[in-house]
T-cell receptor, first 113, second 113 residues
Framework: AQSVTQLGSHVSVSEGALVLLRCNYS??????LFWYVQYPNQGLQLLLK??????LVKGINGFEAEFKKSETSFHLTKPSAHMSDAAEYFC???????????FGAGTQVVVTP | DTGVSQNPRHKITKRGQNVTFRCDPI?????LYWYRQTLGQGPEFLTY????????KSRLLSDRFSAERPKGSFSTLEIQRTEQGDSAMYLC???????????FGSGTRLTVV
């Protein structure tokens, strides 16, 4: 079984500042890990994923995440926030068989000028 | 590749009525997933198919919900005798066998009045 905990339901960052969204997971099998972004009344867009190989994963829009097995974490970062980054972000985990995807509760990001 | 298509985008129905949603996955994607998302929450897994076989169904899913994928292409999700608590966004996702990740549609927003 898998589960995801996202620390902080709301994060406020200044434009140009570092964005850091925290995600910890629990999985009984080697995990596949994902970050998705959701804009109001839209579906989910994949930012990045980790399956195997390099633990530092780069995604779209300047985001990256690092898989740390010892810490069971997959935190999402972006060096410099842009106004267009205001959205809800979801961390998710699946098993290596590509079964169901288990989501965290989400983190709402607000970007202030 | 036109992405995952969901219809309708919005549905308003009276309590007690039946509703059916359709999902057209990306062509040749053999797995198809249904999720439900309520306001301020992460998507919740409902069920998934590999080709026409329903491989897993959430224990949280009442018997008023049924999903089909008769020819292994599009899928339908039916809710019988709708209740106000069924109001949510219903999301569909698909994947291929190559590990590119779960691609989501824009969702169907159901409002039960």
């Amino acid at each position: 079984a898998q589960s995801v905990t996202q620390l902080g339901s709301h994060v406020s960052v200044s434009e140009g500042a570092l964005v850091l969204l925290r995600c910890n997971y629990s999985s009984s099998v080697p995990p596949y890990l994902f970050w998705y972004v959701q804009y109001p009344n839209q579906g989910l867009q994949l930012l990045l994923k980790y399956t195997t190989g390099a633990t530092l994963v780069k995604g779209i829009n300047g985001f990256e995440a690092e898989f740390k097995k010892s810490e069971t974490s997959f935190h999402l970062t972006k060096p410099s926030a842009h106004m267009s980054d205001a959205a809800e972000y979801f961390c998710a985990v699946a098993g290596a068989s590509w079964g169901k995807l288990q989501f965290g509760a989400g983190t709402q990001v607000v970007v202030t000028p | 590749d036109t992405g995952v298509s969901q219809n309708p985008r919005h549905k308003i129905t009276k309590r007690g009525q039946n509703v059916t949603f359709r999902c057209d996955p990306i062509s040749e994607h053999n797995r198809l997933y249904w999720y439900r998302q309520t306001l301020g929450q992460g998507p919740e897994f409902l069920t998934y198919f590999q080709n026409e076989a329903q491989l897993e169904k959430s224990r949280l899913l009442s018997d008023r919900f049924s999903a089909e994928r008769p020819k292994g292409s599009f899928s339908t999700l039916e809710i019988q005798r709708t209740e106000q608590g069924d109001s949510a966004m219903y999301l569909c996702a698909s994947i291929d066998g190559l590990g590119d990740g779960y691609t989501f549609g824009s969702g169907t927003r159901l409002t039960v009045v």
